[in-house]
């Protein structure tokens, strides 16, 4: 019975660990996300990331190795939510619900992590020095297979006949310019900050600009 209490004990202490780990790796990755969309990575310090965070600079390093490290980690969460936006896009789909479905993904996404997006646009305007070659081949792979997915919808006459690599890059660059260039977009259509239902509006308007019928 002992035993058995002790094991719990161990467990319960290991699920406050992991809890703490959890709310402190957050913590930092939302302060980080903020400091280096505004400063860029060279401009910002890991005292800067510590004192934001309030937490101490020894516990920064103790979660992530590196300024590297985090900055890394931020890219690789874009990454996970575009990838999760992109899935929609499957060839056995229908095109209008598929897209459909994409096109709101991805503005959702847009809306709840702006900070992620603008920092991620701000990293590829460096050029993008710190998107790793995996990184990179992994974009092409994900592109290439959205793209053989539009490819099949047109060969059976489901979607009109364009460049689907041109189609996703414009659908991406309207998604993106809702978060990137909010202040622009709550000028343009006369309010004060962007909520929620004007997202939803932007998806509706994006899907009623696609010509869904082929020629």
Known sequence: MARRTGGGSRKANGDTDGRIRARNEARILQVSVRLFSAKGFDGTTISEIAEDSDLPKANVYYYFQSKAAIYERLIAEVFDDWDAALRHIRPERDAREALGDYVREKLESSR?????????????????????????????DVTHEACAAIDQWIAEKRFPDIDPR???IMIWATTQFYSDFAPVVAATLEVPRLRKSEFDD???????AIKFDPD
């Open 202 to 208: 932007a998806a509706e308007q994006i899907l009623k």
């Open 166 to 168: 041109h189609f996703l």
């Open 112 to 140: 709840r992590n702006a900070a992620q997006s603008r920092f991620f646009a701000g990293e590829l305007l460096r050029g993008g020095k710190f998107l790793s070659r995996r990184q990179r081949r992994h974009m092409l």
